[in-house]
């Protein structure tokens, strides 16, 4: 079983609907990324969070420790959103302390 | 700043050459990491250093690898002799630490024919 798991691979939206993102993983992290990567293949960092929810324009995650499960949201979806988006955990302790463990990423596509 | 810089964009080589993958990080971050992004397995941490120094290289695939970090300006990640199953996008990334927030290169796509 990978460390980091997503869910779903592949998820196509017509614009305007709302997505959520899943990312589970099973081990003790620093802190928790979401990344988007386009098809030009650029990876943008999106969020770094290691408790509650964090907000960008139309873009929320959050964060629950104790299930250790995070989800991406993406409110008004637009075509410009399709990318991959991919999840990441920073490693807590020792001489790996943040070294990044990644999951195997969500392909979005967004219709008009 | 202008970002994480790599060199260069695109890389085509033959089985057997040796190459150099450069990369400068944004001025003032002490982490700098070297990944590697293909189909079949994702991205993929190859080493990390913090304050030039190598702290974790666990996930250079071979001795065919190798990174240094001259100074906080400038790293290379070089392969010598290539294979064809070292194509690959190679990425660079940079933060003020270890656990920071990483900004990536845009990628060195390398090819071995």
């Known amino acids: 079983k990978n460390e980091v798991e997503q869910s779903p691979q592949n998820l196509t939206a017509q614009e305007g609907e709302f997505i959520t993102i899943n990312c589970s993983y099973s081990?003790?992290?620093?802190?928790l990324h979401w990344l988007q990567q386009h098809p030009g293949g650029g990876i943008v960092s999106l969020f770094m969070?290691?408790?509650g929810k964090k907000k960008h324009g139309r873009l929320i995650a959050t964060i629950n420790i104790q299930e250790k499960h995070s989800s991406l949201h993406i409110t008004a979806s637009h075509p410009r959103d399709s990318a991959v988006y991919i999840c990441a955990v920073g490693t807590l302790g020792g001489t790996s302390y943040g070294k990044l463990t990644f999951g195997q990423g969500t392909i979005l596509t967004v219709h008009p | 700043d202008a970002g994480v810089i790599q060199s260069p964009r695109h890389e085509v080589t033959e089985m057997g050459q040796e190459v150099t993958l450069r990369c400068k990080p944004i001025?003032?971050?002490?982490?700098l990491f070297w990944y590697r992004q293909t189909m079949m397995r994702g991205l993929e941490l190859l080493i990390y250093?913090?304050?030039?120094?190598?702290?974790?290289d666990s996930g250079m695939p071979e001795d065919r690898f190798s990174a240094k970090m001259p100074n906080a300006s400038f790293s290379t990640l070089k392969i010598q002799p290539s294979e064809p199953r070292d194509s690959a996008v190679y990425f660079c990334a940079s933060s003020l630490g270890p656990g920071a927030e990483a900004f990536f290169g845009q990628g060195t796509r390398l090819t071995v024919v």
């Open positions: 081990v003790g992290i620093s802190a």
């Open positions: 250093f913090n304050n030039n120094v190598p702290i974790d």
């Open positions: 969070l290691s408790s």
């Open positions: 001025s003032g971050h002490n982490s």
